[in-house]
């Protein structure tokens, strides 16, 4: 896409504007400008080099919620100013998650005390109107609009679906933020409706979006709260302002790490092997490196404990998975000799199956060896447990559940 010829104008907002794609249909290009706005519009100011800062940001945090297999409308950046998208029918509610009660929250809520953590996080949903401040909605609000794109009304099975992803979008970027030290206060997302029918996080996504403070600090504040409440506007504080977003563009480059731990499958013969295989499949799914070895602990003790050694002495996080069918004595020895967690996944057979197991169950005393039963399960239980650590890992586990719920949502939809 790197020539692209570009259409006509399908909108234009107050810092962008969205143009179809001639060799694209369904697609557009989305343009920053270098305008920056507060208060519906009635404060404005042009910032050189804030469309650079806004397209940097947003595709990068696109970048990170479509690897974690959110679904976005973002295909891919175009040059410093605007990136390509799926063509969207706007759905003109804008959705608010609040970790911390602070700004208009609190006027429109006398008696909360700022600084109340919600927790859950507060969802509110507001209908974009410039003219009348964009009220708040209530969910009953919603469904009575009757709002229709395309094929696609949007009722309460579609309301649910996009409080259901804001939150979980929400907690992806706050999660991988805290990871800066810093805390995600709040943010504001819109969805849109593509041309084939499906619902997907769009818009832009940059520091027009969000609260953000440095060691959960609002004193530190980097978002556009700092040129909402200048009394003045002059030079020097829209330069301030300009590094402000400089550096969340720099530090939202730091989120999307790369893999921090590891899975370790130890098979206790060659036979395991296809068990192993099912184990690996799911971490690669979740982009978690994951190796698999052949050793027996009862035939060769020495030398499966040379390996556990090998493991321990790269300082990188590691859950290990023993596969080990009949008498499991691999899970229990490799437990015992390593602080490394250990999951027993056992390849039970129909004819001795239910014996077997008991030696994967029944542990000797002093060893915190867990067994789960399917491949997969053991691999998300491993997930989980490098999750505590990896924001990546824990932002691809909470998706994975966000979109089975989706599934199910669509599933049922169609038995109507």
Known sequence: MSDLKIGSKVIEGKTKIVYDLIDYPGQVLVESKDRITAGDGARAHDMAGKAQISNRTSATVFKLLKDAGI????????GDHSFVALKCHMIPLEWVTRRVATGSFLKRNPGVEEGYRFSPPKLETFYKDDANHDPQWTFEQCVAAKMKFGE?????EELHMMEKMTITIFEILEKAWS????????????????????????????????????SGDKRLMKDKQVYRNLEVVTSEALDTVKRNFEWVAEKVELLNTKPYGRVVVFMGSSSD??????????????????????????????????????????????????????????????SGNSAFPVINCPPLTPDWGSQDVWSSLRMPSGLGCTTVMDPEGAALAAAQILALKDHMVWARLRARQLNTWLSLVEADSKQK
Not at 282 to 311: D, F, M
């Open 71 to 78: 679904k976005t409308h973002f295909i891919e950046i175009h």
């Open 273 to 334: 092997s296809a068990h192993g295989e099912k184990i690996k499949k799911i971490c690669t799914a979740l982009s978690i490196p994951c190796e698999l070895r052949v050793t027996s602990a009862h035939k060769q003790t020495e030398r499966s404990l040379q390996i556990l050694a090998e493991y321990e002495g790269d300082g990188i996080p590691t859950v290990i998975i023993a596969i080990a069918g009949r008498s499991n004595g691999l899970g229990p020895v490799l």
């Open 179 to 214: 990871s800066q030290n810093c805390s995600l206060i709040d943010m504001k997302i819109e969805f849109g409706v593509t041309t084939t029918g499906d619902i997907v996080l769009a818009d832009i996504i940059d520091s027009d979006s969000w609260r953000l403070w440095p």
């Open 152 to 156: 696609v009304t949007i009722g309460p």
